[in-house]
């Protein structure tokens, strides 16, 4: 949060700034799309944290990458591991999953924080590595984290389950398609 706050805060501060050029008569940086930049940029900043806060909503179907993507782009703002590299490996086509999406969204921060954390301690990216078959979708990182009370009570909101293999953590999701044919049967 304080890295989207800082984030919000120079989007306020360059706003204000072309609020003041513009009523001094500044037409070039209005003409150049200095104005619209900011806007599309505060625009951003808004959407980012609007992803944020828990919603009544049930949960959903969903494909797994999206979520992530967004996990990364809000957790590159974070004031401690920001610079750290993260990588992204997806095995084939994914299937979708059925979870609450800011459940789901705050158990890939998460799980981005404990990747991160881990790359920055050894000096290398952090790997995330997507797979899937018709029974279940796995993000598999590198950490020697567990995930924490959080991430187990965020797990289990979405339906999944956090199991260790060797110096990985595992994600496994139950797939959209395996909830469907339990419920028929």
């Not at 940086?29 to 806060?53: K, N």
């Not at 990182?141 to 991430?151: L, N």
Request: charged fraction near 25%; include cysteine; aromatic fraction near 2%.
């Amino acid at each position: 949060l304080a890295g989207l706050v800082h984030m919000l805060n120079n989007r306020v501060t360059a706003l204000s700034v072309c609020a003041e050029l513009a009523a001094m008569g500044d037409d070039q940086m209005i003409s150049d799309g200095l104005l619209t930049t900011e806007v599309r940029r505060l625009q951003a900043a808004s959407a980012m944290i609007g992803l944020m806060p828990p919603r009544p909503h049930q949960p959903e179907a969903l494909e797994i990458r999206p979520v992530l993507d967004d996990a990364l782009a809000l957790h590159a703002h974070h004031p401690r591991t920001r610079l750290v590299e993260c990588e992204v490996a997806a095995e084939g086509a994914m299937q979708p999953v059925r979870a609450p999406r800011w459940a789901l969204l705050r158990l890939m921060l998460v799980l981005v924080d404990a990747a991160k954390d881990s790359a920055a301690s050894t000096s290398t990216r952090a790997s995330f590595h997507l797979s899937s078959d018709e029974r279940e979708v796995r993000l598999r990182i590198v950490t020697p984290s567990d995930g924490g009370a959080y991430g187990a009570e965020m797990t289990a909101t979405c339906g999944g389950m956090l199991a260790r293999d060797g110096d990985a953590l595992v994600l496994t999701l139950p797939s959209l398609l395996a909830l469907r044919q339990r419920e028929r049967e």
